[in-house]
């Protein structure tokens, strides 16, 4: 059974810090890339950050210039720094991992809360 399973949220003030982890189950052979979405109350979801398994990356332009992705050393995992929190940073935050399986597929984690606020 596929898991993608996230850590790291928290809540903390604006203007600070918070780096989430995400780790899948999925071979490092079938994964084509991973990222984070968030969602906030009453909105819909939307992308935050992507990164390719050739390492491109892409970024909302909400968050460019603050928040990094990036691959963990085993390739099966992801990381997102995010700094210089905003208000409208707080949602629950999910990653996801698009994959082969017999066609293109994709994964969900269960979600972390992300709450910035003083």
């Known amino acids: 059974q596929v898991q993608v399973v996230e850590s790291g949220g928290g809540l903390v003030q604006p203007g600070g810090s918070l780096r989430l982890s995400c780790a899948t189950s999925i071979s490092i052979f079938s994964i084509k890339g991973m990222g984070w979405y968030r969602q906030a109350p009453g909105k819909q979801r939307e992308l935050v950050a992507a990164?390719?398994?050739?390492?491109?990356?892409n970024y909302a332009e909400s968050v460019k210039g603050r928040f990094a992705i990036s691959r963990g050393t085993a390739q099966n995992s992801v990381y997102l720094q995010m700094n210089n929190l905003l208000p409208e940073d707080t949602a629950v935050y999910y990653c996801n991992v698009d994959y082969s399986d017999y066609g293109p597929s994709r994964a969900w984690g269960q979600g972390t809360q992300v709450t910035v606020s003083s």
């Open positions: 990164i390719t398994s050739g390492g491109t990356t």
